[in-house]
């Protein structure tokens, strides 16, 4: 069964950094596309960035705008979300999410596992 652990969020004020990171379990690591969604309170679930399975590409929501930076580390079995000049518009539930195959996707719906989230918080 595979498992999604994500921790690194909390609270922060504007323009601050957090670095989120995902720590996947239960099969192998490398075969998979990872992603980061995230969903603010009374909102859908929106494509934060994703990174494919060789981690040669990354592909980020518009919004991001430079500001944030996803990276993994097969070794680890972890995928990093390292976001920096955070806002208060950033503010939400942050979730890991893997599927399988090579190609990124902005889909939540095409990814197979997802972790339980972890809150972020930006002060203004």
């Known amino acids: 069964q595979v498992q999604l652990v994500e921790s690194g969020g909390g609270l922060v004020q504007a323009g601050g950094s957090l670095n989120l990171s995902c720590v996947v379990s239960?099969?192998?690591?490398?075969?998979?596309?990872m992603g980061w969604f995230r969903q603010a309170s009374g909102k859908e679930r929106e494509f934060v960035a994703g990174i494919s399975w060789s981690g040669t590409s990354t592909y980020y929501g518009d919004f991001v705008k430079g500001r944030f930076t996803i990276s993994r580390d097969d070794a680890k079995n972890t995928v990093w979300l390292q976001m920096n000049s955070l806002k208060p518009e950033d503010t939400a539930v942050y979730y890991c999410?893997?599927?399988?195959?090579?190609?990124?996707?902005?889909?939540?719906?095409?990814?197979?596992?997802w972790g339980q989230g972890t809150q972020v918080t930006v002060s203004s």
């Open positions: 999410a893997a599927r399988d195959g090579s190609i990124i996707s902005t889909l939540a719906s095409s990814y197979h596992y």
């Open positions: 239960g099969r192998t690591f490398s075969s998979y596309g």
